[in-house]
């Protein structure tokens, strides 16, 4: 067998992809002309499909800040912090993001996904066990997979199935990490983080919460889903991403746990990369200012997550399960999913197209995420385009 | 009490039957009869999500752990049966 047998699989995926039109993986934006317009071939195309939650991409002072840091401390760090240092900017996000989650540690990394991988590679190792919740994202799955540690799914957001699982583990129970979201990204579900922080603590188990797609959404303050619940006090690590609300590109790690100010002298992820450029550290801040001083983008933010919905939802389609800033269509199969989604794409409209084996229960779905920045016309667009869909 | 590799094989061939018709897995392939020397992926054309997702079945039918790592070698209703035993012996 030749090493490059296992991609004729792929080629037919490919070829599947690109004979219905535009191939959704391989779309090109010409331009953007602001948080929620490009353009695509000449034409211009409405962004509902960008995670860009809180419309900073474009933010006046955002962009300053960012501009500032590149003509002060140039394009990029060109090392690891390990061996190059930090800049003072990393060391000044730490202190920003273990303010803003009210706990004394916190870590940044190069991506959201570099942050699943270091976090979970430090802190979990042969001989460990891992909960992780079966729609859980992929950086969790390989951050998982990568350290080592003997991995049991449970089923997604069910708490009897979890409390099975961690019966069946015995003594490894006190010894072992729950992983789940916050809000989930296919469909814009919420986990019952205050649930499974009662069932950590009476198995004396650990509970790590990715809050990629929930923070600067849920939570008075803009934490996510645990600050919502009551209980960001209790869960031991917050992961997270600055490639959604914060419009910018990294990932996080807070914690009430000391010991999370070591995981930098044993990460991989975290010493063998570069560190995030000081562009995007200035951008990053700043955008975390906003969202802590600026209540209001939250409330349009959901405003129009709610207009989508339900003028989704009025339609008739089969929407995820609760009004959310993701709003994912579900359809009948592979083939409709993509005629629909080059049928949208042509009226202007930009969703996400999801196929299985990557999503919840098998299903196929247009995915769209709401945006602040997004007016109420654009929004009733997205509607109108959706409903051509049903002639 | 000690499980026989054929007792558990036919009832893993029964619980995947009937996880297939509750999941609306419905491809020509997934209709084929589910025997012990069945391959999971090239007969019944399963991807890895169902594939995990009938492995939560099988855990809770049993009382069993089985770590997602196992799932590379398991490729036949035969070869689960071998897990489940193992793991249920521990």
């Not at chain 1, 080629?11 to 959704?24: E, F, Q, V, Y």
């Not at chain 1, 303010?99 to 870590?107: I, K, S, V």
């Not at chain 1, 209540?295 to 339609?315: H, V």
Request: hydrophobic share 45%; glycine share 8%.
């Amino acid at each position: 067998m030749s090493l490059f047998e296992k991609f004729t699989a792929v080629k037919r995926l490919r070829s599947g992809l690109a004979n219905a039109g535009t191939d959704p993986t391989q779309v090109v934006f010409d331009t953007l002309n602001s948080a929620t317009e490009g353009v695509v071939k000449g034409r211009r195309i409405i962004l509902a499909g960008t995670n860009n939650y809180l419309g900073l991409t474009f933010n006046r002072e955002c962009i300053v800040a960012g501009v500032a840091a590149l003509e002060s401390l140039g394009t990029g760090t060109t090392g690891s912090r390990m061996a190059n240092g930090s800049y003072a900017a990393h060391g000044a996000l730490e202190e920003e993001l273990a303010d803003f989650y009210q706990c004394p540690n916190a870590m940044v990394f190069s991506t959201g996904y570099a942050a699943n991988l270091g976090v979970l590679t430090a802190l979990l190792g042969k001989g460990d066990a891992v909960l992780l919740d079966s729609d859980a994202h992929a950086s969790l799955y390989d951050g998982c997979r990568m350290s080592g540690a003997d991995i049991f799914r449970f089923k997604h957001n069910d708490l009897q199935s979890l409390e099975r699982r961690l019966v069946r583990l015995k003594d490894r129970a006190s010894r072992c990490l729950i992983v789940v979201e916050g809000m989930y990204s296919v469909l814009g579900d919420c986990a019952p983080v205050a649930e499974f922080v009662a069932l950590k603590e009476r198995f004396g188990a650990s509970l790590l919460v990715d809050e990629a797609h929930s923070l600067g959404v849920y939570g008075e303050r803009g934490c996510g889903v645990a600050e919502a619940q009551g209980v960001l006090d209790k869960v031991d690590f917050i992961v997270g991403t600055f490639s959604k609300s914060l419009g910018a590109m990294g990932g996080f790690c807070a914690s009430r746990h000391a010991v999370l100010g070591l995981f930098r002298y044993v990460s991989r992820p975290f010493m063998f990369t570069a560190s995030p450029s000081p562009a995007v550290m200035a951008t990053t801040r700043e955008a975390l200012r906003q969202l802590r001083s600026r209540p209001e983008l939250k409330q349009t933010l959901w405003s129009n997550a709610r207009r989508l919905y339900c003028g989704l939802q009025n339609l008739g389609f089969e929407l995820g399960p609760e009004i959310s800033p993701v709003v994912a269509v579900r359809c009948k199969d592979r083939e409709s999913v993509l005629a629909n989604w080059n049928r949208l794409l042509e009226a202007g409209v930009y969703v996400n197209m999801m196929l299985p084996p990557a999503t919840p229960a098998g299903g196929s779905f247009l995915r769209c995420s709401a945006s602040a920045a997004h007016t109420p016309e654009q929004i009733d667009t997205i509607i109108e385009k959706f409903a051509e869909l049903q002639e | 009490m000690k499980l026989s590799t054929e007792a558990v094989s036919g009832q893993l061939a029964e619980i995947l039957a009937q996880y297939l018709k509750n999941n609306w897995v419905d491809t020509p392939a997934s209709t084929r009869a589910v025997t012990a020397t069945t391959n999971m992926v090239s007969d019944l054309q399963l991807d890895s999500f169902q594939v995990m997702e009938f492995m939560l079945e099988v855990e809770d039918h049993y009382d069993v752990a089985i770590d997602l790592e196992s799932l590379s070698n398991i490729h036949t209703i035969l070869d689960l049966a071998g897990v489940v035993i193992a793991a249920h012996s521990e």
